[in-house]
Every structure is written in structure tokens, then in C-alpha cells.
């Protein structure tokens, strides 16, 4: 499954000359952990992360008053705080490649760019709801020609939607292929026993809670 498939599209936006307390408050009204900056052409500049507000946030032991304090704070703009070299990635970004990307480099989102356009945000939150809200079968296979292909089509054809399958060219130890395939089904148990009723060996299964 791509990118493209699970991402937010409407994505709230900053610019480089917008308050940082207005920035703050959009974040807070749409529960988001970041917020892309962008050009007036909507080209990607930047990404303001929660760790840049709590960094720009004064500290406990500051000298200065409230005052003096919401002052600065009003002064600072997202261009001066925010990220410049963002990572990103493109609608046709596998949901696998756009989840290792986040983990690796320990960011919340990553801005989806289409011919230098934002179109969109896929952040953890989003992958981890894809992956919860879906199946995943391993399956023993005959190492032959279309063997694949029968098995995905036995799952579309009970009303499954196949969302990505993982299929090495080794064989076990029983001369089988192990296949995996996540997928979505309004009733993925039914779907299951289905395919042991066809004759497929399920390995194991990961069915949504």
C-alpha cells in the first residue's frame, strides 16, 4: 500500500514569517505534533516540530516576568525556529518504507511531496492505524509459477483488499515458499478459515483487535 493511501490531506500549514505563538495555537487546535512550512506556492521550506516550540518554551528559572516573557515569545517567527532540511517522502512511498523512515530518524511526520508540492502528511500516528486496522497472514506456498497470484485472488475474491504482501524467492526447510500478506476485510477470521478450507497453510495470523 502507498503512501498516497493512508496520508492526511488536509494538512494545516505554517509560513516562515507567521508568529510562532500563532503557529503554537494552530497545533493545538488540530492536535498536531508539526506543522509544514511552505511558500506561497505551497512548496515545502521547512517543518516546525513540537521539539522546536519546547525548545523555544522559556524555562522555569527564567529572571524574566510574564510580561517580558510573552513578549519575546510574540516576536519569534517559524522561519527562525524551524527545520530546514525536512525529511520527505512521495504518494507512491511505500507505507513500509515511510514507517522505517520515521522510526530511523525519529521524526513525527513526514510531509508528502508531489512535483515539489505538499499534498499531504503521513505521520506515525497514521501508519500505526493502518497497521492496526489490518491482517497479516503468513502462508506456506508451492515454490511455482502462479501460485501467488491463485492465493491473492482467493482473498480478493472473499472480499479482502490486499495491501502489501512480502514474498522471498527462498524455500524452507519443506521446499515451500513463506508468504506474508496484510490485508483488510470486514471479517478477516471468515476470511482465514476460508483459505484453510481451500487447502492453504496459514503459518500464522496477526487479525485485528
Not at 482473498?155 to 483488499?161: A, D, Q
Not at 490486499?162 to 521446499?175: E, F, H, K, R
Amino acid at each position: 500500500m502507498y503512501v498516497e493511501q493512508i496520508m492526511s490531506r488536509e494538512v494545516e500549514s505554517a509560513t516562515e514569517d507567521m508568529k510562532l505563538s500563532h503557529a503554537a495555537q494552530l497545533m493545538r487546535e488540530h492536535q498536531r505534533r508539526f506543522l509544514p512550512v511552505v511558500n506561497d506556492r505551497r512548496q515545502l521550506v521547512g517543518l516546525l516540530t513540537h521539539r522546536e516550540l519546547a525548545g523555544a518554551e522559556p524555562s522555569a528559572i527564567t529572571t524574566l516576568s510574564v510580561g517580558e516573557v510573552n513578549y519575546l515569545t510574540s516576536k519569534i517567527t517559524v522561519g527562525q525556529l524551524m527545520g530546514r532540511t525536512p525529511l520527505t517522502c512521495g504518494p507512491k512511498t511505500l507505507v513500509e518504507e515511510a514507517g522505517y523512515l520515521i522510526r530511523k530518524h525519529r521524526v513525527p511526520a513526514l510531509p508528502v511531496i508531489d512535483e515539489g508540492i505538499v499534498v499531504g502528511v503521513v505521520s506515525e500516528s497514521d501508519i500505526l492505524d493502518f497497521l492496526r486496522d489490518s491482517s497479516r497472514i503468513a502462508v506456506h506456498l508451492a515454490d511455482e509459477t502462479g501460485a501467488l497470484t491463485r492465493l491473492l485472488e482467493r482473498i480478493n475474491e472473499f472480499g479482502g483488499y490486499i495491501a502489501n504482501v512480502v514474498s522471498p524467492l527462498s524455500i524452507d526447510q519443506t521446499g515451500n515458499r513463506i508468504v506474508i500478506v496484510r490485508y483488510r476485510s470486514d471479517n478477516p477470521a471468515s476470511l482465514d478459515e476460508h483459505l484453510r478450507g481451500l487447502g492453504y497453510d496459514l503459518i500464522t495470523e496477526d487479525l485485528p483487535r
